[in-house]
């Protein structure tokens, strides 16, 4: 499976509770403003697995202000978890300078996008920011754990001129990707260290549309949600228990706002997102 969207409200892929008294129900019939939030207008956020066979197109997605008059919807800031990376495997961010949008017309037009692009050679455990606006695109041999808005507006710019099974190329988004996206160098953001010892925490990332941390614990923990946010979990590593429901590697879990602690045993790595 390509990519698997983990924890969605999003209509083009929901999805289902699998544990719980809710056991069955789409995500976004189960979740209610008491356990999101009373500010949120149904979950944020969008928690994916991506398992990149072969490089994946190159892509742009707009803010919310260009989303919400031309597609009428929100925006799309991301954030990659490199989860698992083949040696020499990267990732593309950005422009290697400042280019200009003819530059890139014609790049595109010529097949040699690529010579522009920002590449990043990555590992596992490495992260990256993606606002809005950031052409990107993951490379092959990659598996990332993709942290968004609660968005599908994606524009194709480049496919590598690949030809499709039907013979012919994608269909490309051309002059909206150009309308919405940055052509500065790409800075990326560092993780911030906030814990250490038998368990280590680090900000990822944190903007108005979530903030997510990295757990590495020796043997389990403990999480505190507060009155103020729901917290969505997703399992890099390890196996056993959160709460009292198993996990195991790649499993992901939503746990209410005000829930108070919730108890995390064996070693392992997750992901913490909230908003």
Known sequence: TAEAWEVSAHPDGPSTVG?????GKALSEALTPDLIGPEARGLPV?????DAAQNLSVQVHPDDTYAQKHEGGPGKTEMWYIAD?????????GFKRKVEPDEVRRAIESNTLE????????KRG???????GTVHAIGEGLTICEIQQNSNITYRLYDY?????????RPLHIE????????????????????????TVRRLAACPYFTVFEYSCADGCALHIDAK???AVTFIEGAGQIGDYPYKKGSSFFIPRGAGRATVTGACVFLLTQT
Request: charged share 15%; glycine share 12%.
């Open 19 to 23: 544990a719980g008294p809710l056991t």
């Open 46 to 50: 969008l928690i994916k697995l991506i």
């Open 85 to 93: 990376a083949e040696n020499g495997s990267g990732i593309y961010c």
């Open 115 to 122: 010579s522009l692009l920002n590449f990043i050679q990555v």
């Open 126 to 132: 490495d992260s990256y920011f993606i606002p809005a």
């Open 161 to 169: 001129g690949r030809i499709g099974a039907d013979g012919r190329p």
């Open 176 to 199: 909206k990707g150009l309308a919405v996206a940055a052509f500065d160098v790409y800075s990326p953001v560092l993780a911030e260290e906030i814990q250490s010892g038998a368990v």
């Open 229 to 231: 946010s729901y917290a």
